[in-house]
């Protein structure tokens, strides 16, 4: 299986301070991933480079069976390449329902007189009733996201990127602030995600790493220090020194 995102020798300086270096790994196309790290390891990084909120000084990203380089495109080309990033802070339009926030995330084409006169079609309202279905919200169309849980807000913003199909799915420590019940429940929605498209999750919480149950890379001072099972990562020594040990 060849891969979806091919990051090979990407570095990145700033003011001289090197924090991404020589970065190289692989992302399969249905693939969850973690990756875990000490603060200032490089993972929020990582991401901006992938989303091209910030440019190499070095290296290749290559991307989807063409291997086209990522690089070589902006953040908005990026996007609609398919490739999606969840904040920490949940992003969603507190004003409206969890319908209408699904519906306004949907994959189409949305020029502004498109927007001034769209009326969701049927299969609009079905595809939101079967994202709403797969991020657990279905029984909370019509309420305010206003008045949703810090959780459930988190999950109806992964249902707003779920809606517009993306290939490969950035996710920022989506476990933070949630009480243990929350948390399983992400765990579900992220694993059926990586079903039918690859999912990275940047997480510090071991727990929440153990039930995804996928495999892990370890950051270090901008590259990949290990790789494999959270069993094996977290027998290696060296992980134990600068990262779990602390
Ligand atoms: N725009 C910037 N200018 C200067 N230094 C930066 C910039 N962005 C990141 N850094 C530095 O690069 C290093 C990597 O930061 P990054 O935020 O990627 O780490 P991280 O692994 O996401 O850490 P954390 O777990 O704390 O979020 C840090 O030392 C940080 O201070």
Redesign the pocket.
Known sequence: MSALLEVSGVSVT??G?R?INNLSFEIGPAELRAII??????????M?IVTGK?KPDEGRILWGELGRSLLKMNEAQIAREGIGRKFQKPTVFEDQSVQENLLMALKKDRGPFRVLFWKPAGEDLDRVADLAEEIGLAEELTRKSGELSHGQKQWLEIGMLLAQEPRLLLVDEPAAGMTPAEREHTTEILVEAARTRAVVV?E?DMEFIRRLDCRVTV?HE?SVLAEGSLDHVTADQQVIDVYLGR
Not at 37 to 46: E, I, R, S, V
């Open positions: 700033f003011d301070f924090a790290g000490p603060n200032g390891a490089g993972k929020t990084t990582f901006d910030t940047v510090h950051l901008g």
